[in-house]
């Protein structure tokens, strides 16, 4: 449900901006405002979820996004619409994480790959069907694309709450609210002060008041959320956990695939500069992209249990570089086009789809693996909000012509590549599935 509102909610903007009459800048807030309030919401749930038990918190989520989506679609004007977005954002900060987690509580850590690359082919399905859906609905209303969402919230809720195993956290129902509200506030800081980044001015921008005041915020704000967690007798985050070389390099990883997936929305603009054809054809053209994660997803998944989460990790980065290098390098030719977009959904299909879920639930204990989700969550979501704008502005200094998007696409061929060499100091298979059994065991004796 929240992979395929993603999917929809692109087609539905130019009909949305008709009916309040909204500025191109302003109609970015809605896919702005989500992505603020994911990131706030992230640190509070994930934390909710550990404490007061993971079935109660994404029932509760699920719920919530329905409602967010029904605000979205009354919504009497452009404000109330954001405002729905905003609650849209905060619920789903919750589904994904604490998904992930619940595959850690149910499976074994030799069975759970199979299970994290079925969730993340979720994304490449949504990617699929996203346009044709809307298609269909835009047809009726462009409402009808967030109306959709209420009865399979119900219904989901329902089965969640009545079919997730009740796995209560026996660390006490205590809260980091300091630490809570300075994460919020730094992530809160850097996503808006990134949002205001103008594409075609960067360097400019980045002196504007829009901008400045708030990334300096956030980095103010980061040493401060250290100095809390060290002091705090629950933590929101671990700072342990952050020492492990596993998850430092997960979260880099997490990052760097962001930074690729934020590529997705240049690649229809690139094949309308490059081909000369229209907005959907160039839509169609992601269609082999798509495909790829949704099969490549649940492939990585099976493969993760045999193989270990640092040979799959190697894979992706190396489909990553070697697409992007593909798009940045090859010819202006329709083969290297689908070439490079199919090695991309190949490398975030195994990136996103399972590996780095896997480390992370390897790494943390059952009372924290929600938010240790959370963080990989986090990282891509940081990647995602950086490079959009970093994409934009080197676009738009070559008018955005060919070079623009082929230089792009170099510059995030570079940083994956350097997490390609970086993914060798991951752990192999025998260490990891000992960690994972140390965790596990670790729970058994308290």
Not at 27 to 43: D, E, Q, R, T, Y
Not at 262 to 278: M, Q
Not at 329 to 351: E, R, S
Not at 374 to 388: E, N
Request: glycine share 12%; with cysteine; proline share 4%.
């Amino acid at each position: 449900m929240v992979a395929l509102d993603i999917a929809i909610v692109g087609p539905a903007l130019p009909a949305i901006q008709e009916t309040f009459g909204a500025s191109e800048r302003a109609i970015a807030w809605v896919f702005s405002m989500f992505v603020l309030f994911n990131l706030v919401g992230l640190p509070l749930m994930s934390k909710l979820a550990d404490v007061f038990g993971r079935r109660l918190v994404y029932t509760i989520d699920i719920l919530l996004f329905g409602v967010g989506s029904i605000i979205v679609a009354f919504s009497p004007s452009f404000s109330v619409l954001l405002v729905g977005r905003a609650v849209q954002g905060v619920a789903a900060s919750g589904i994904f994480p604490v998904a992930s987690a619940v595959i850690g509580d149910v499976f074994e850590p030799e069975r759970r790959g199979r299970a994290l690359g079925v969730l993340g082919a979720v994304y490449g399905v949504a990617f699929i069907i996203g346009p044709i859906i809307a298609g269909l609905l835009l047809k009726v209303g462009w409402t009808w694309l967030f109306v959709i969402n209420l009865p399979v919230a119900v219904v989901v809720g329902l089965i969640g709450y009545r079919k997730l195993p009740v796995m209560e956290s026996k660390q006490g129902r205590q809260l980091d609210w300091g630490g809570i509200a300075t994460l919020g506030l730094l992530l809160a800081a850097l996503a808006y002060g990134i949002n205001w980044i103008d594409t075609e001015a960067f360097f400019a921008s980045l002196t504007s008041v829009a901008v400045w005041p708030y990334l300096l915020l956030a980095v103010v704000l980061f040493p401060v959320f250290l100095y809390v967690e060290r002091r705090a007798p629950d933590p929101l985050l671990r700072l342990s956990l952050m020492k492990s070389r596993q998850v430092v390099l997960a979260g880099l990883l997490a990052a760097g695939a962001g930074l690729a997936e934020a590529a997705f929305i240049f690649f229809p603009k690139l094949a309308g500069v490059a081909f000369d054809v229209s907005r959907s054809t160039g839509a169609y053209m992601l269609l082999p992209l798509t495909f790829a994660v949704a099969l490549g997803a649940p492939l990585a998944g099976r493969l993760l249990d045999r193989v270990g989460s640092r040979t799959i990790v190697l894979i992706g980065a190396a489909c990553l570089t070697a697409g992007m290098g593909t798009l940045g390098l090859a010819p202006v030719q329709k083969i290297y086009f689908y070439l490079g977009t199919v090695l991309v959904g190949l490398g975030l299909a195994a990136l996103l789809g399972s590996a780095l879920a896997y480390i992370l639930l390897s790494e943390s204990r059952v009372e924290e693996r929600t938010v240790a989700q959370g963080i990989i969550t986090l990282f891509i979501s940081i990647g995602q909000t950086i490079g959009a704008p970093m994409i934009g502005a080197v676009v738009a200094s070559e008018a955005g012509a060919v070079a623009g998007y082929a230089g792009a696409f170099l510059a995030i061929a570079g940083v994956t590549l350097v997490l390609l060499l970086l993914s060798f100091g991951l752990k192999k298979r025998g260490s990891e599935l000992e960690t994972a059994h140390e965790m596990a065991a670790a729970r058994q004796e308290e």
